[in-house]
């Protein structure tokens, strides 16, 4: 158990929906991290949030967004969605920046 | 532009130690190798990472060449549970939050 926590494990919705990943860090970790992992483009970083603030952004699309909460949770909305987003999204989090990052389960999404 | 080289496969009988390469051939200074794995559609887990001196901690040791051009994950005793795909990446210190996976070597331990 690395200690960050996504919810839901698994979620199934159709094209065109809007859906909501929620991840909660590791106590104490300031940075949050998401990452997509589809089975054709293999784990690709998408954004990077420090202690509330955007800090890198990746290949991430613009009908995705996130947001990191003054309680360090994060949310990864995506929206208008396509066969295509499905895929396997992590959240992971670092205590600092030249630390490691510790993944949590993932959330499966399936546009059907 | 891959930045990492790694076998797409190798296999490993159980107890024995695993030896996983990786060519990063195109190194800078200041950047350094970290290893993941990921065992079957689970969160990556982190192992090692290193500058330029050899690194050892309870899961692994991590062996970089002199000229940084390569470096060898090596885990002592596999078990069953170490079949995983196995991730090798450089990049500068704190870039570990950033990062890029490349395809990994899938390492399969046989009983």
């Known amino acids: 158990d690395s200690g960050v926590t996504q919810t839901p494990k698994h979620l199934i919705t159709a094209t065109g929906q809007r859906v909501t990943l929620r991840c909660s860090p590791r106590?104490?970790?300031?940075?949050v991290y998401w990452y997509q992992q589809s089975l054709d483009q293999g784990l690709q970083f998408l954004i990077q949030?420090?202690?509330?603030?955007?800090?890198a952004k990746g290949n991430i699309l613009e009908r995705f967004s996130a947001q990191q909460f003054p309680d360090l949770h994060s949310e990864l909305n995506l929206s208008s969605l396509e066969l295509g987003d499905s895929a396997l999204y992590f959240c992971?989090?670092?205590?600092?920046?030249?630390?490691?990052?510790?993944f949590g389960q993932g959330t499966r999404l399936t546009v059907v | 532009d891959a930045k990492t080289t790694q076998p797409t496969s190798m296999d490993c009988a159980e107890g024995r130690a695993a030896n996983l390469p990786c060519n990063h051939s195109?190194?800078?200074?200041?950047?350094?190798v970290y290893w993941y794995r990921q065992i079957h559609s689970q969160g990556p887990q982190y192992i090692i990472h290193?500058?330029?001196n050899n690194e050892t901690n309870e899961m692994a040791s991590l062996i970089i060449t002199e000229d940084r051009k390569s470096s060898t994950l090596i885990l002592p005793h596999a078990t069953l549970r170490d079949t995983a795909v196995y991730y090798c990446?450089?990049?500068?210190?704190?870039?570990?939050?950033?990062?890029?996976f490349g395809s990994g070597t899938q390492l399969t331990v046989l009983p």
């Open positions: 992971a989090s670092s205590v600092a920046r030249n630390t490691e990052a510790f």
């Open positions: 106590s104490g970790d300031l940075s």
């Open positions: 949030y420090y202690n509330g603030e955007e800090r």
């Open positions: 195109t190194i800078s200074g200041n950047e350094y």
């Open positions: 290193g500058l330029k």
């Open positions: 990446i450089v990049g500068p210190s704190g870039s570990a939050r950033q990062l890029t």
